[in-house]
């Protein structure tokens, strides 16, 4: 039992490992979102083990980090250079040395899109050394922001919304993102006492809000769901924060 916590956390480096290959090499998207649920799946219950096994420590926590990293670090990343043209960067680059581009800093567009793995791991940093974190989080957790641009990958590569194949749009959402991540903005965790409605009725709330929109509009929804996320976070602010620690 004392090695399952960190076996799972390995599961979900090599699912985000092979995600990332197969997101550059162009793998038919469905195969990337079973590795991405394989991941969340992974890394939701490796802190589970961890407690059950009473193996909680500083070395299942960095190794932790390290693994979330790649999964919701460097695959967002990806998805986000992939939708700003980065999979036919050196097309762009025979099409500027060729004249047909005079913009020679629009090919550096998907680059851009990297941003999201840079501030990611500055989330991660935070995170691991801010212990208001394990009551709620402050700022958009790296999971949550890797399922919005996977959201938005997924779509992109249906064709679902032309929105997605202006590069200002994506850039916006890549900035947005970036600061979301880093944000000082106290936002709901899913960590529960005890089962009682009484004590986790927000979160009991959301997650009934999230399962009728994801039947109804399955992952056109998840855009939705991160915004309803923030606003909900926003407005229930006190709440949130009157769960954390109290000083004297």
Known sequence: ???LPNTLTLANLLCGSIACILTIIKTPINYILILLLCSLIFDFFDGFAARLAKVSGDFGKELDSLADIVTFGVLPGLFMFTMLGGDDFYARLNNLSNGFIHNKYIVLFPFLGLLITLFSALRLAKFNLDEEQSYYFKGLPTPANTILI?????LHQSHTFLLLDNCWFLLSITALSSYLLVANIPLLAFKFKNFKWKDNSLVF?????CIVMLIFLKISAIPLLILIYLILSIIF???IISNGPKTT
């Open 237 to 239: 602010r006190k709440k």
């Open 205 to 209: 709330s959301f997650l009934i809000i």
């Open 1 to 3: 039992m004392k090695y």
């Open 150 to 154: 996977f959201s938005l990958y997924y």
